[in-house]
């Protein structure tokens, strides 16, 4: 799977857009873009992810670059409640492996929204 | 709806003490999986089940052995606890895209 690169920590006010990097210049062309975030000490939790259209859901926005090699995603009106660690996965899609779903987490972004 | 559920949620072991982990689901998913994650680092694969009857290594195996007992649960067992494994222990299930995660179980070992 390709390595990612995101900042270790961000800060974002509340109530203002926060956007996360995310470079991935080795990424292949089966390869999707997944978002999870970690609120402390919880299990994480699915976000968003894409191939290489913009995708939006009711948590989040992502945005592809069009040669793929780097991705934002965008929580639109953060609030305190989305002070997390957010990581940013490149895997193929599940149904093509036939090996299960592995996800290959790195450190991530220590997303802090303050008042 | 519970959706992935773990036993226990603390545990302190002494080191060659042995333990299971229970972990299940009820989402009717096929694959299921075992985290561990030490403090201020990402989760690092343990073992994968990518459906009922079969089980694969994932990146750190040492010291870990796995049951897949039907499509519910899938537990993890420590044999003979060593400090190095004092790590905070997550399960998760998928069915195709998105892995849903439990809340965790906390271990020590002495």
């Known amino acids: 799977d390709a390595k990612t690169t995101q900042p270790t920590s961000m800060d974002c006010a509340e109530g203002r857009a926060a956007n996360l990097p995310c470079n991935h210049s080795t990424i292949s062309g089966n390869e999707y873009v997944y978002w999870y975030r970690q609120i402390h000490s919880q299990g994480p939790q699915y976000i968003i992810h894409g191939l290489k259209n913009n995708e939006t859901n009711e948590m989040a926005s992502l945005i592809i670059t069009e040669d793929r090699k780097s991705s934002t995603l965008i929580l639109p009106h953060a609030t305190l409640r989305d002070t997390a660690v957010y990581y940013c996965i490149v895997r193929p899609y599940p149904i093509l492996t036939g090996g299960g779903n592995k996800l290959t987490f790195g450190t991530g972004t220590q997303l802090k929204v303050e008042l | 709806n519970a959706g992935v559920t773990q036993t226990p949620k603390f545990q302190v072991l002494k080191t060659g003490q042995s333990m299971t982990l229970q972990c299940a689901q009820d989402m009717n998913h096929n694959s299921m999986y075992w985290y561990r994650q030490d403090p201020g680092m990402g989760l690092r694969l343990i073992y994968y089940s990518a459906s009922e009857g079969t089980t694969d290594k994932g990146e750190v195996p040492n010291g870990y052995n796995v049951s897949r007992l039907n499509k519910r649960e899938f537990s993890l067992r420590l044999e003979s606890a060593a400090p190095s494994q004092t790590s905070v222990y997550f399960c998760?299930?998928?069915?195709?895209?998105?892995?849903?995660f439990g809340p965790g179980t906390r271990l020590t070992v002495t």
């Open positions: 998760a299930s998928s069915r195709s895209d998105e892995q849903y």
